[in-house]
C-alpha cells in the first residue's frame, strides 16, 4: 500500500558529505513523523533523525551539528544531509514513516529497504 524509496547513499572519505532522500508513494491519506534509523554490521538499529509534520526535529547525540533532516510535506519527501562524515557513521540508513492511509485508518509503521553509507579513506 505505501512504499517508501531511499536513494543517495555511497562511499564518502572522512570529513565528507551526502544527503540521502527518501520519497513516500502510494496510498497516503496523511504521514505523521518522519525519520532516519541506521544499523551498522553486529548492532542493533538506532534512531538518527526524526521531524514532525510541523517541522520540530529531534537528533541523535551523536550527529547533532553533523546531520539535518527536512521533509517536503506536499511531495511526501524526507531528506538526510549528512556532513563531516566520520568513519562509525559507516550503516545501512532506513527511511522509516507513520503513515495513515485513509482518514479514519490507524497510523502504521513503515521501512524503505536501506541505503548503503559507507566512510572510508
Known amino acids: 500500500q ?3 524509496v531511499e536513494s543517495g547513499g555511497g562511499l564518502v572519505q572522512p570529513g565528507g558529505s551526502l544527503r540521502l532522500s527518501c520519497a513516500a508513494s502510494g496510498r497516503i491519506f496523511s504521514i505523521n513523523v518522519m525519520a532516519w534509523y541506521r544499523q551498522a554490521p553486529g548492532e542493533q538499529r538506532e534512531l538518527v533523525a526524526s521531524i514532525s509534520t510541523s517541522g520540530a526535529t529531534n537528533y541523535a547525540d551523536s550527529v547533532k551539528g553533523r546531520f539535518t533532516i527536512s521533509r517536503d510535506n506536499a511531495k ?3 531528506d538526510l544531509q549528512l556532513s563531516s562524515l566520520k568513519p562509525e557513521d ?3 540508513y532506513y527511511c522509516h514513516a ?3 492511509t485513509r482518514l479514519t485508518s490507524p497510523t502504521n509503521s513503515y521501512w524503505g529497504q536501506g541505503t548503503q553509507v559507507t566512510v572510508s579513506s
Do not use: D, G
Open 98 to 100: 507513520l503513515v495513515r
Open 90 to 92: 559507516t550503516a545501512v
Open 76 to 78: 511526501n519527501t524526507v
Open 2 to 4: 505505501v512504499q517508501l
